[in-house]
């Protein structure tokens, strides 16, 4: 039975709320995949990632990035919430890094088998953790966005990496996407970008459906997208 629970997590930055799922049929520690949010925030979106998860046989931790109750309701306020940490990209390291930590701790994890994924602003987020060099496994970024933070990461990027991308995405132009896989490469990851055509930005998300702006929903390419994550996270866990 997949079960999903709150969970409340603090550190030097303060109080965070995200949610955990689990297959209790398991009994033994199981990989651990963190979900990292859209510029909304943690939301039934990424719980619903976390079940799906729990499923494959894994323990889906739904992180918060922004801090307990801090949920935009708007896009507007979405953008308030990201821009804190587009801003100050350390701080946002920080919470991953805090995420992390938090999974390791779980009594249903493996710890030695962690991942993360992310989607849209989210994706920036399990970049930003795998440029740092933690000591993760694997990384997957759903339409995420690609600019560098200013500060120089790790010189080797340890945790395999798997970008899934919309080649109409107007957030991730081509040239950034071309960039990402140069800094990939400089930092020796093993790295693969798979591009989807007639894609834009959020096309896993059936909420999505500003065509005019790049971003609508696409669910050939989020069903193709899902199953690439879930062979990539399978091989990718000792």
């Known amino acids: 039975m997949i079960v999903t629970e709150p ?33 909304n925030g943690q939301s039934d979106f990424e719980t619903q990632k976390a079940e799906l ?10 992180i918060d990035i922004y801090g ?30 805090l995420a992390t930590k938090t999974i390791r701790q779980l009594p249903q994890v493996d710890e030695n088998n962690v ?41 080797a990027i340890g945790a395999a990496v798997l970008v899934l991308h919309g080649w109409e995405d107007p957030l991730s132009p081509r040239e ?3 960039a990402l896989a140069d800094e990939l490469t400089r930092h020796k990851a093993d790295w693969q970008i798979h591009m989807f055509g007639h894609t834009a930005h959020a096309f896993t998300n059936p909420q999505a459906q500003a ?16 199953g690439m994550m879930r062979d990539f996270l399978r091989s990718q866990f000792a």
């Open 115 to 155: 991942a993360a994924i992310g989607f849209c602003f989210g994706g920036k987020c399990v970049l930003d953790l795998a440029r740092s060099g933690a000591d993760i496994r694997a990384v997957v970024s759903f339409h995420g966005i690609y600019d560098p933070p200013p500060s120089v990461g790790a010189e």
């Open 7 to 39: 969970l409340v997590y603090e550190g030097a930055e303060g109080t965070f709320e995200g949610t955990v799922s689990w297959d209790t049929a398991q009994t033994v520690p199981q990989p651990g995949v963190m979900i990292a949010p859209t510029f």
């Open 211 to 226: 065509k005019e702006a790049g971003m609508f929903f696409n669910p050939l390419s989020a069903e193709r997208g899902w």
């Open 53 to 62: 998860l729990a499923a494959l046989g894994y323990v889906g931790f739904a």
């Open 176 to 178: 950034q996407t071309v």
């Open 68 to 97: 307990q109750g801090k949920r935009a309701t708007t896009p507007e306020e979405a953008s308030t919430l990201m821009a804190v940490l587009n801003n100050d990209r350390a701080l946002l390291l920080k919470h991953m890094q």
